[in-house]
């Protein structure tokens, strides 16, 4: 992998650790526009998708993932890790499954539903979806796009987020 697209994943992997825990994406503060419905709209421009396209951002995800699911299979098959340790490890890559599967599902209304290639983010406290900016431009769209995200994961409408790729 040459140095420029290793730079790229690297970045791209350190946005979307931030993406997850927090909610947002990148380190400065994005524009937003306030809507009528109980939402916030941020445009991320793609100089802070950090010059990936939206399969890029899935690949570098998927990455990430399968790293820390390596990480955690480790300590399951660790023989010397004690047996909470281990307990928690399981607990911790089962969460990732089922936020992974529900991710991949709400990815798969919102494309049955017409919004194109899509991108769904899952934490403990919110929904993050990264939608092509053509997709969300009118309100019925993201009402749509919010409703499938609170039908899918059981989370209320004022936890969903969406971000406007511009690529």
């Not at 730079?7 to 946005?15: D, G, N, P, Q």
């Not at 979806?129 to 989370?155: F, S």
Request: hydrophobic share 50%; proline share 3%.
């Amino acid at each position: 992998m040459g140095r420029d697209k290793a730079a790229r994943v690297m970045s791209c992997t350190a946005l979307l650790t931030l993406l997850a825990a927090s909610g947002y994406l990148g380190a400065r503060p994005a524009q937003t526009a306030t809507v009528s419905v109980p939402m916030t709209v941020e445009t991320v421009s793609a100089q802070a998708l950090a010059a990936a396209s939206l399969e890029e951002t899935k690949q570098a995800l998927a990455a990430s993932r399968e790293e820390a699911l390596a990480l955690l299979e480790s300590v399951i098959g660790d023989p010397d890790a004690d047996e909470e340790a281990k307990e928690k490890a399981f607990s911790e890559k089962t969460a990732i499954a089922v936020r992974m599967e529900k991710e991949a599902a709400l990815a798969a209304v919102l494309s049955q539903m017409g919004f194109g290639e899509t991108a769904a983010v899952l934490s403990e406290e919110a929904v993050t979806l990264i939608v092509p900016w053509q997709a969300a431009e009118n309100e019925q769209n993201r009402v749509r796009m919010i409703d499938a995200a609170t039908a899918q994961t059981g989370m209320p409408a004022a936890c969903v987020k969406i971000i406007l790729s511009k690529k």
